[in-house]
């Protein structure tokens, strides 16, 4: 298979969240390093493994453009290119502070309040990039769907090969996989309220986007370049 490349927000290498987040999850898309788990939260190590795993595939980071592999026509120089001309044209973001959230069944960071300036990011990103996105198989077409689509969100698949873009777009970022024990659920998220608390302190803004790719089906993405908005 192709690989799959993926536009993100992240936290700089040297912040404390990127640290704790590699740390926690038992991937470091930076380095390639896989810290082993620890016992957290009454859980063992390996329970802790196992409800990371899903976000360790991807990495610590705030989706912006979703996965998507280069269309024919197109290679990476290309998308290289363009996302220096794209950061060159839009501003640094302030974020509200992250708090912990549970969405749905897993854990994320999520904003404390609504943020236009990185709604509007993100969407330029999807209409931007878009240019560059081979049609999603019809197995990624039908694993979306399959956690229920609105109306919208089926049309956002159709168009843009993503459910959650536009109105549908919350910018979070991701610490577990599903956790469907509410006890377990909750443990787990004091947890980490407590654990990142003193790391959200320092501001976090997104002063650049960055390009993640995965070089082939199943393994982990790794950052491939970084890109300072400057617009």
């Not at 708090?99 to 999520?110: E, N, P, T, V, W």
């Not at 993503?162 to 956790?179: A, M, N, Q, S």
């Amino acid at each position: 298979m192709a690989p799959r490349f993926a536009i993100y927000a992240a936290p700089p290498a040297d912040h404390l969240l990127h640290d704790f987040a590699a740390r926690w999850l038992g991937w470091d898309p930076e380095t390639g390093e896989s810290p082993a788990a620890q016992p957290a939260a009454g859980l063992s190590a390996a329970r802790i493994s196992e409800i990371t795993a899903e976000p360790r595939r991807y990495g610590f980071h705030g989706t912006l453009k979703p996965p998507f592999r280069l269309k024919d026509g197109c290679d990476e120089a290309m998308l290289i290119v363009a996302l220096e001309k794209f950061a060159n044209q839009h501003a640094p973001v302030r974020l509200p502070v992250l708090q912990m959230a549970a969405l749905g069944s897993f854990l994320a960071l999520r904003l404390s309040k609504p943020c236009p300036e990185i709604d509007a990011l993100a969407g330029a990103c999807v209409k931007t990039f878009d240019a560059f996105r081979a049609p999603p198989s019809e197995a990624e077409l039908a694993r979306r769907r399959s956690a229920g689509l609105t109306q919208r969100q089926e049309t956002n698949l159709a168009q843009w090969g993503y459910p959650y873009v536009f109105e549908d777009f919350r910018l979070h970022f991701t610490l577990t996989g599903r956790i469907e024990n509410e006890a377990e659920r909750e443990a787990v998220l004091a947890h980490l309220t407590a654990q990142t608390a003193p790391l959200l302190r320092r501001e976090f803004s997104v002063d650049e986007i960055c390009l993640f790719v995965q070089m082939e089906s199943g393994a982990p993405f790794r950052i491939a370049g970084r890109y300072r908005l400057t617009g």
